[in-house]
C-alpha cells in the first residue's frame, strides 16, 4: 500500500458560523492530500504529472471520513492517504486504460503495482 500523511491547519474559511469545519471542506482537504501523495509516488507537481502524461486528473472510487471530535479554526490535523488497491480484481491495464480515456499505456502502466506489490514509499 502506497500511501503519505500531510499536516494542515483549519483556516478560517473552513469553518462554519459555529466555529467549527464544515464538513464538506473535509473532501475538499482529501482530494489536496490526494493530490500531495500522486506527486511524491511521481516526483512531479500536479500540473506537470497532468501535462507530461496528458490527462485531465485522477478521480476517487471511494472516500470517507470518521468524525469523531468536532475540528475548529486554528486546529492542526494530519491527513493520511493511501492507494489501498490498483487493478486488484483482475483488471487489465487495457481496461483501465480505456476507462480512464488514457492516449498512453505508459500513464496506466504507473498505477500497475501488482508486479512489485512490496512497494516501499521513499
Sequence with gaps: MFSNT???????????????VFYPRYFEMFDISTTVLIER???MNKI??????????????ETRAKFRI?????D???????ITACLANGGALDQAQEMAGSESPRTTKLYDRRRN??????
Design 117 to 122: 506489490a512490496s512497494h516501499k514509499t521513499r
Design 76 to 82: 492542526t490535523v494530519e491527513i493520511a492517504t493511501a
Design 6 to 20: 500531510r499536516t494542515t491547519r483549519i483556516e478560517w474559511s473552513d469553518c462554519d458560523p459555529a466555529g467549527i
Design 48 to 61: 506537470d504529472y497532468l501535462k507530461a502524461y496528458r490527462f485531465a486528473g485522477h478521480p476517487l472510487v
Design 70 to 74: 468536532p475540528t475548529r479554526f486554528g
Design 41 to 43: 509516488a511521481l516526483g
